[in-house]
């Protein structure tokens, strides 16, 4: 991934038309005609040997006649000819090009072969082009230009670039950028996301999603960007890749649409319906505060759009909140008695202004509400604007998040624009409040997400690598796809995953056998590596209480199997003992492996009718305790495990241990490509594995490599030893690191402070503090020195960080010792351990920028073979140190 030359394509300051002609409906006309009527400051050059002079522009015959290098070439010219308009620009010194053709097939990479030496970035190809408000660029040949505004958006297709285009001209809605990527060959979602996150003339980011193609790399750049501002996508095809024929329920049941979804809410992405959703949502995040809970309160004065509004907020999976009793007193107090005694709060629809002014101040008081929906619906009594105005009087004085809904035409106008004016949420429609609070809840839990980094290995659970390798590497040699019954069961207990005892037979009496030594009741399989799905083949009989039942059910069983399979190739039968826990919740935990993303988890409600029931959620590893509660708070049936009429309570923390544990399986063993244990029973008792199918395959990779986000690399932990003796941890940083960091910066002098953030300030804000902690392993590392205080809470000592470029080229060191410990080598182990990660990483240098009076750090950096490179301003220095050979 890479931001490099995406300067010249968003901010040209002169382009070039290569194939701009004067034909009406050709392409080079009309985004030569846009260019010029857009407004655009800088020099405009149209290339084409046909002509002298195009639209009273110069025209040139050739790339190389050009005055000097575009920052900006468009490209319209035949498929044929764009690898050596590639080259030409190259040679000529141009760093971006859009290439607006289509069709291009195999000179699609001879067209990044050419552009590859030159660093040159390409948009594209078969796109719409871009525009640049801000500049007056329109370097597209779309019908209209945009306004200029604050909102990025990137779409995968150049029709729905129009559509939009439309849309939000009608609207009066802005753009910072405009980008349609068509093939995505060079630039794509990442480099643009990792462009924009920085950018200040964006305050949101608006993705129109097809397909990802490099998920790493989109993850990376999602995750960084999600951090700064607002990103919300459409994602279409939502039913069009789902899986027709899978080994497991889980590759059947989650399709790529449920990956998606995972990834984008792992990602901190609002994932939404339509355009209209889509700027919608922009503008309620612009509006949200904190959002503490999940609990709405809803004031009406009608009961049809409360009841309305409920309905809405249940489809949603939202909650509504409990009034308290306080909160019960006090309306009561104010509101005539006929009102509704609950939630929705129907305040009678005589109302007057004041009673939705006290009405709410009452609701915002109450702990036990989170944000409150107020709704109104014109009548003659009051005037629709002054209920408004008690309303925005009420939520000023509080912290919480207060929606409106007026419903209705011209009536309501003046209340809407007082809400805007106030930055108070404004929806025509309880469906579209409801909806917009959903946003917020599902914003706000992405945002708790994002900071979720999990260990490589859970810190309390070491699995049994050796007996999982025993079990995988032996069917891979024998080039078998699929683990049988008892070796897949084995894989689950190396990683300490409850399984009821499963045995092999060979013959119906040796089923009888078997079945004494376990102890009836048993349960019988047939055992065969080509048939999946058992009792599709009437290959399972549950509940045998004595050997001639055995017998008899294996002779039967075998019959019909053959009858039905005659192909199948039938080792036996599996015999297992039978649980009869009745009241038991029968789960389903799988694991899949996406085209895209690569690995995922699923959980949901299992048992033989999981495909009916179609009850699932999927996320992306790793898991941790929370993010694992938060897959299971994605199913329906999350809300039976806290037991009903005879259901037991289920352990929700030994199940998220569980989740954790198969995350870790699918992280250690990249072999695995569909694992599906159907079903989990859940109960008192605790939970256990009836059965397991465990898919395998060929893989290059190791270890998390096949992941689409990295861990916590907890193999970087390293124990050091100062000069004083005194023993210390060398570490990645995590996001929990925060206020320990925050502590440590009140350790370090003013003077230190200034050598190393060449400022005074002694303190950071909470978002810059959390940018330094929260930070993505896979294109930034940082190492704190850590020690426990006496009371058993963690200290920070000291950091070193570095943050290379998406290339890998350079990464740029910055280092800081608490002031107490400086000069019993700290700074050198730190500075150490940097130079040894890069160097694995393979990052070509590290290098810095020091205070000319920075001595010490100047001496430590020559000590470490640093060379001086230059300066700045004359008051610091510039120091690199060359990591790689050549």
Avoid at 64 to 86: F, K, R, S, W
Avoid at 130 to 140: F, R, T, W
Wanted: aromatic share 6%; with cysteine; proline share 6%.
């Amino acid at each position: 991934m890479t931001i490099r030359n995406l300067d010249k394509l968003l901010g040209p300051k002169s382009v070039a038309v290569i194939g701009a002609t004067e034909t009406p409906e050709k392409v080079g006309n009309v985004v030569l005609a846009n260019i010029i009527e857009a407004g655009f400051s800088g020099p405009i050059w149209p290339v084409n040997p046909k002509y002298t002079i195009l639209r009273g522009l110069a025209c040139y015959a050739d790339i190389a006649a050009l005055p000097a290098a575009p920052d900006l070439a468009v490209v319209c010219v035949p498929p044929d000819a764009v690898p050596q308009t590639i080259a030409a620009l190259g040679a000529k010194g141009g760093k971006a090009a859009v290439v607006l053709t289509a069709g291009l097939g195999e000179n699609k990479q001879k067209m990044l072969d050419a552009a590859k030496p030159h660093l040159l970035r390409i948009l594209g190809p078969n796109c719409v082009g871009q525009q640049e408000p801000g500049i007056k660029l329109n370097a597209s040949f779309a019908h209209a230009s945009a306004e200029a505004g604050q909102l990025a958006f990137v779409s995968q297709s150049g029709a729905l670039c129009t559509i939009v285009l439309d849309w939000a001209r009608e609207r009066g809605v802005g753009f910072s950028h405009f980008i349609s990527l068509g093939d995505s060959a060079d630039v794509d979602f990442g480099d643009m996301l990792d462009y924009l996150a920085s950018c200040q003339q964006t305050r949101a980011i608006l993705l129109y999603i097809e397909s990802v193609q490099h998920a790493r790399k989109f993850m990376s750049a999602a995750r960084a960007a999600a951090r700064n501002k607002p990103i919300i996508a459409v994602k279409s095809g939502r039913n069009a890749r789902a899986a027709q024929a899978a080994a497991s329920h889980t590759g059947a049941l989650a399709g790529g649409d449920d990956v998606y979804s995972a990834a984008l809410r792992r990602a901190g992405i609002l994932r939404v319906d339509g355009v209209e959703e889509l700027f919608a949502a922009v503008e309620t995040l612009a509006r949200m505060r904190r959002l503490p809970g999940e609990r709405l309160a809803i004031l009406t004065k009608g009961g049809g759009p409360g009841v309305m509004a409920v309905d809405k907020l249940v489809q949603y999976g939202g909650t509504l909140a409990d009034l308290s009793p306080a909160t019960m007193d006090a309306l009561n107090a104010v509101l005539p008695a006929t009102w509704s005694h609950g939630n929705p709060v129907d305040i009678i629809g005589d109302a007057p202004a004041e009673r939705y002014g006290k009405a709410l101040e009452i609701l915002l008081r109450d702990d036990g509400i989170d944000a409150v929906l107020v709704m109104h619906a014109p009548t003659a009594i009051v005037p629709s604007l002054q209920p408004a105005l008690q309303v925005i009087a009420a939520a000023t004085k509080s912290e919480k998040n207060v929606l409106t809904c007026w419903s209705g035409g011209p009536a309501v106008e003046a209340a809407r624009q007082a809400f805007i004016a106030a930055k108070l949420p404004s929806y025509e429609t309880p469906d579209a409040a409801v909806r917009a609070f959903s946003h917020m809840v599902d914003f706000q839990r992405n945002q708790v997400n994002l900071m979720q980094i999990p260990d490589e290995m859970p810190e309390d659970f070491t699995p049994d690598l050796a007996a999982a390798r025993a079990v995988i590497e032996p069917a891979m040699q024998e080039g078998r796809t699929m683990l049988n019954e008892i070796e897949g069961k084995r894989l689950l207990s190396a990683y300490g995953i409850p399984t009821v005892r499963t045995e092999l037979a060979t013959s119906p009496e040796e089923a009888k056998t078997v079945a004494r030594q376990i102890g009836f009741p048993v349960a019988l399989k047939i055992f065969s590596p080509d048939i999946s799905h058992k009792s599709d083949v009437g290959g399972v009989a549950l509940n045998l209480e004595d050997e001639a039942a055995v017998q008899q059910a294996a002779e039967t069983m075998q019959a019909r199997v053959q009858r039905l399979r005659p192909n199948a190739h039938i080792i036996g039968f599996t015999v297992q003992q039978m649980l009869r826990r009745g009241n038991a919740h029968e789960l389903i935990v799988g694991t899949l492996t996406d085209p895209i993303f690569g690995p995922a988890i699923m959980f949901g409600h299992g048992g033989v009718g999981v495909e009916v029931i179609g009850d699932r959620a999927v996320a992306m590893p790793p898991l941790n305790m929370h993010l694992a509660n938060d897959l299971i708070d994605h199913t329906k049936v999350s809300k039976l495990l806290f037991g009903y009429r005879d259901f037991p309570v289920v352990d929700r923390p030994q199940l998220a241990a569980l989740l954790v544990r198969v995350s870790q399986m699918i992280a250690d063993h990249a072999e695995v490509k569909e694992l599906d244990i159907n079903p989990l029973y859940a109960d008192a008792q605790g939970l256990v594995a009836l059965d397991a199918r465990v898919v395998l395959a060929p893989s290059k990779l190791h270890g998390p490599d096949h992941l689409a986000i990295r861990p916590y690399p907890s193999g970087l932990e390293e124990w050091v030893t100062l000069q004083n003796g005194e023993r210390l941890l060398l570490r990645p940083i995590r996001p929990e690191d925060e206020p320990a960091h925050q502590d440590f910066l009140k350790h370090v002098s003013p003077e230190d402070f200034r050598l190393r953030f060449f400022s005074p300030m002694r303190s950071l804000a909470h978002r810059e503090m959390a940018r330094f902690t929260q930070i993505d392993y896979e294109r930034e590392m940082a190492f704190i020195a850590t020690r426990l205080r006496p009371d058993g809470t963690p200290e920070t000592l000291g950091v070193v960080r570095g943050v290379t470029d998406p290339d890998n080229q350079h990464s740029e060191f910055a280092v800081l010792v608490r002031s107490d410990l400086k000069g019993h080598g700290l700074g050198d182990f730190l500075m150490r351990k940097i130079i040894a990660y890069c160097r694995q990483r393979g990052t070509a240098y590290l290098g810095g920028d020091i205070l000319r009076e920075n001595m010490a750090m100047r001496n430590l950096a020559a000590e470490l073979g640093f060379q001086v490179v230059g300066g700045f301003e004359n008051d610091s220095i510039s120091v690199r140190l060359k990591l790689q050979p050549d």
